[in-house]
């Protein structure tokens, strides 16, 4: 390759980029097979060092206490940097750091770099290892130290001069400029499935090893969506989990946004991926009821509720805490009593009353009836929206490639979806998982059919009816 390059490794507090700090950097520069400079130093994080780190690395606090913050060494390493490629090990994990650092310092930092790693994976493709520990042992390099900045520079420059040896420098050449043209992909995974990827409606799906489910997620373009998660891994935590991580992408085009959300939200809770939290939660519902003749509220909860069962439910939450603060609130707002609503322990004049903020039924200023009443009034507001169809509801979606879904839906329960309308007709009450309450999907479904996107949507009745049982 023409011009010099430059070998760098850092040391680290830990490994997420965006909170973890700089401990030690060391950096070589290589102009026509002679190392030139060397620039090293040890850096103060500003933050303590974990012990199995110092373990790892030999870097305790006390090695940094006097040694120069990341701000102070910032623009000398850039002037240091300026003029050449970068050859990193891993590069997302080095440069991903390098960047978040200068960020924290008020600065901007971009340069080429050259992945290792990802080189590797090309020169070697029928080895399944390609970590630095593992191609030093392959090629036979022997490292006194590793977790060292300087000491695993100097093997990565080892590295480089056993492929300048093994390959031509035309192929060298070729493998750098190809990573130059590829977008920004974690090294592990094939580009080719990038490419593949439609730029379409649908979810996609991040597995890792041995197939682990690590992220679903949703978008009107499947392909635009997966790169962003890798063109923001120096800035967040999870994209940088994600781009670490990840060893294959699956995906499911739907026609439209409608079908994409759904499709999603089920599948979050059936595979349980690791990095999802929103939508993941499918346990116990928890609402208020209100028995006939009851002077007051019941906290139900619920594995799983039919569409109109949830109906009845005042309101419906993720935990009993969610419920009884909800409950508190409204209690505050109505000057309703918290001793007669249950939620307060105790005899005669509730705290509340006491500052004027109970109208008084724990103290016979309200009658228990005009209190109930106005407490079931108040808490109904919660219940979710009434179903105002006789039967079963087709939502028909056409999609931006004239693609067109349509999807089940009784009393906010999403029942399936398939391509023709007269699939639906063949849908049998469901008996399994379909016909439950989901709140996600409630909350999907009147976005929708309540929004600015109704209007593009085709709403047809269908009668209930039983038959075969339901869609895959």
């Known amino acids: 390759?023409?011009?010099?390059?430059?070998?760098?490794?850092?040391?680290?507090?830990?490994?997420?980029?965006?909170?973890?700090?700089?401990?030690?950097?060391?950096?070589?520069?290589?102009?026509?097979?002679?190392?030139?400079?060397?620039?090293?130093?040890?850096?103060?994080?500003?933050?303590?060092?974990?012990?199995p780190i110092s373990e790892l690395t030999g870097i305790h606090d006390a090695m940094v206490e006097d040694a120069p913050t990341f701000s102070e060494i910032a623009s000398e390493l850039s002037k240091w940097l300026a003029d050449a490629p970068l050859v990193v090990h891993n590069a997302r994990f080095d440069y991903g750091f390098l960047r978040n650092a200068y960020r924290r310092a008020g600065r901007d930092f971009s340069a080429e770099v050259i992945c290792t790693l990802r080189l590797s994976r090309r020169l070697a493709p029928q080895h399944r290892e390609h970590n630095l520990a593992a191609l030093l042992e392959r090629h036979g390099i022997a490292s006194a130290t590793r977790h060292h900045a300087m000491a695993d520079a100097e093997a990565l420059l080892a590295l480089w001069q056993c492929w300048q040896r093994e390959h031509s420098a035309a192929r060298l050449e070729e493998e750098a400029q190809?990573?130059?043209?590829?977008?920004?992909?974690?090294?592990h995974l094939d580009p080719g499935m990038i490419q593949a990827l439609p730029q379409t409606p649908g979810v996609y799906l991040m597995h890792g090893e041995n197939d682990l489910p690590l992220y679903i997620g949703k978008s009107v373009n499947l392909r635009a969506r997966v790169m962003s998660h890798f063109q923001a891994d120096?800035?967040?935590?999870?994209?940088?989990?994600?781009?670490?991580?990840?060893?294959?992408?699956?995906?499911?085009?739907?026609?439209g946004d409608l079908g994409a959300q759904l499709l999603e939200a089920r599948l979050v809770k059936e595979r349980q991926p690791i990095l999802n939290r929103r939508l993941r939660r499918a346990g116990r519902l928890t609402g208020w009821s209100w028995p006939q003749g009851a002077s007051r509220p019941e906290l139900r909860r619920a594995?799983?509720?039919?569409g109109r069962e949830a109906e009845e439910m005042m309101g419906l939450f993720r935990?009993?805490?969610?419920?009884?603060?909800?409950?508190?609130?409204?209690a505050a707002?109505?000057?309703?009593?918290?001793?007669?609503?249950?939620?307060?322990?105790?005899r005669g004049a509730c705290f509340a009353s006491q500052l004027g903020r109970?109208?008084?039924?724990?103290?016979?200023?309200?009658?228990?009836?005009?209190?109930?009443?106005?407490?079931?009034?108040?808490?109904?507001?919660?219940?979710?929206?009434?179903?105002?169809?006789?039967?079963?509801?087709?939502?028909?979606?056409?999609g931006p490639t004239d693609a067109q879904a349509w999807h089940l839906v009784d009393h906010w329960c999403h029942l399936a979806s398939t391509d023709s309308l007269a699939g639906l007709n063949e849908i049998a009450e469901p008996d399994d998982a379909r016909g439950r309450f989901d709140v996600d999907t409630y909350r999907i479904l009147r976005r929708f059919l309540d929004g600015e996107s109704a209007e593009r949507l085709t709403l047809v009745t269908l009668p209930r009816q039983t038959g075969p049982a339901p869609l895959a």
Do not use: Y
């Not at 390059?5 to 002679?34: C, K, M, P, S």
């Not at 935990?319 to 409204?330: G, V």
């Open 1 to 51: 390759m023409h011009g010099p390059l430059i070998f760098l490794d850092l040391e680290t507090t830990g490994i997420r980029t965006t909170r973890d700090r700089i401990t030690e950097i060391a950096a070589l520069r290589l102009e026509q097979g002679v190392v030139t400079a060397r620039w090293h130093r040890l850096i103060n994080p500003e933050m303590r060092i974990p012990a």
């Open 234 to 255: 120096h800035r967040e935590e999870r994209e940088m989990r994600l781009a670490q991580q990840v060893r294959r992408i699956d995906w499911q085009e739907t026609a």
């Open 333 to 346: 707002d109505q000057r309703l009593c918290l001793r007669l609503l249950g939620l307060e322990a105790g």
């Open 358 to 398: 109970c109208r008084g039924a724990c103290r016979g200023v309200e009658s228990p009836t005009e209190h109930a009443a106005r407490a079931r009034e108040a808490l109904s507001r919660l219940q979710i929206h009434h179903w105002p169809w006789e039967g079963r509801l087709a939502i028909g979606e056409r």
């Open 319 to 330: 935990s009993a805490r969610d419920a009884k603060e909800a409950l508190r609130q409204i």
């Open 303 to 306: 594995h799983a509720l039919t």
């Open 178 to 187: 190809r990573q130059r043209r590829l977008p920004s992909l974690p090294a």
